[in-house]
Every structure is written in structure tokens, then in C-alpha cells.
Nanobody, 116 residues
Framework: QVQLVESGGGLVQAGGSLRLSCAFSGSIFIRFYHMGWYRQAPGKQRELVADITSGGNSNYVDSVKGRFTISRDNAKNLVNLQMDSLKPEDTGVYYC?????????WGQGTQVTVSS
């Protein structure tokens, strides 16, 4: 059974940093998947924060450009999201996502709270 497991969330002061990791377990390898990080703030819809193609091309929502960096380590079946200069508006539950064809996988989410 394929699973995505996020880790690295927590409470941080504004201006601080966190690094989220998404571990991809199962018999399928991450290198074939388009990977993304989404977040959902209280009372808001889930939004795409950053994604990275199987070829390594990345894309970011405007609000995190220059502050967040998505990366993938296909050998370790990991996708990371380095978050710097965090702001209170970055608070939310962050979800890892993997897409390939009709396959659309989600992790359970990890809470990120940024205090002002």
C-alpha cells in the first residue's frame, strides 16, 4: 500500500524557518510522480503552495516565492519543503500530494503555526 507521511511541522515565531518532509512508502518510486505541497488555513480552501515535476521543475504560489523551496530526493523517496521567513499567514495544515495519471495520493497533513 502506497502512503505519504509528512513530518516537520510545529510552532515557530514569525521570521523563523521550518523544513517539512514527505516520505513516500510502498512499492512505487517517487521519481515517476508530480509532487506538491498544499496548505489549508482555518476557514479557507486548500491551496497549492509549491509543486515539482518528475523532471525537477518547480512552481510556487506568489505569496511564498523567494521564501519557500521545494526539492525532491528520488533516491530516498522524499520531497521537502524548506520554509524561511515565515509569516503568520503561513499558518495551516500542510499536505503532501503525489499525482501520476489517475493516481492522486494525499498525506495526513502536518500542522504549521507561525506566531506573530
Amino acid at each position: 500500500q502506497v502512503q505519504l507521511v509528512e513530518s516537520g511541522g510545529g510552532l515557530v515565531q514569525a521570521g523563523g524557518s521550518l523544513r517539512l518532509s514527505c516520505a513516500f512508502s510502498g512499492s512505487i518510486f517517487i521519481r515517476f510522480y508530480h509532487m506538491g505541497w498544499y496548505r489549508q488555513a482555518p476557514g479557507k480552501q486548500r491551496e497549492l503552495v509549491a509543486d515539482i515535476t518528475s523532471g525537477g521543475n518547480s512552481n510556487y504560489v506568489d505569496s511564498v516565492k523567494g521564501r519557500f523551496t521545494i526539492s525532491r530526493d528520488n533516491a530516498k523517496n522524499l520531497v521537502n519543503l524548506q520554509m524561511d521567513s515565515l509569516k503568520p499567514e503561513d499558518t495551516g495544515v500542510y499536505y503532501c500530494n503525489a499525482k501520476r495519471g489517475s493516481s492522486n495520493l494525499w498525506g495526513q497533513g502536518t500542522q504549521v503555526t507561525v506566531s506573530s
